[in-house]
């Protein structure tokens, strides 16, 4: 059974800082990429950030050089640096994860993984 598990939302003010975790817990997988996103209310959910088993990152226009997405891969954890945060950044954040879980002796299956989100409020 894999679990994602996300940590590290709030309040902050306008302009502030913000670092969001998500760890994959449980056995027979491996990562393929991992990323966050977010929804606001009475809007889609977005993407903000994706990042690679490699390393390799993309970022939301609107987060660009204000977010920065990292990886332990020993750990399984997903990171999301916030900083000069807005109040249009407002919204429920959710872990995603494109794991290969093992499914039957050696044969493995995609899947995808969604954490239960966290609540991140910018509001002076």
């Known amino acids: 059974q894999v679990q994602l598990v996300e940590s590290g939302g709030g309040l902050v003010q306008p302009g502030g800082s913000l670092r969001l975790s998500c760890a994959a817990s449980?056995?027979?997988?491996?990562?393929?990429?991992m990323g966050w996103y977010r929804q606001a209310p009475g809007k889609q959910r977005e993407v903000v950030a994706t990042i690679t088993n490699g390393g390799s990152t993309t970022y939301a226009n609107a987060v660009k050089g204000r977010f920065t997405i990292s990886r332990d891969n020993a750990q399984n954890t997903v990171y999301l640096q916030m900083n000069s945060l807005k109040p249009e950044d407002t919204a429920v954040y959710y872990c995603?994860?494109?794991?290969?879980?093992?499914?039957?002796?050696?044969?493995?299956?995609?899947?995808?993984?969604w954490g239960q989100g966290t609540q991140v409020t910018v509001s002076s």
């Open positions: 995603n994860a494109d794991l290969s879980v093992l499914v039957f002796m050696k044969l493995t299956a995609r899947k995808e993984f």
């Open positions: 449980g056995s027979g997988f491996s990562v393929n990429a």
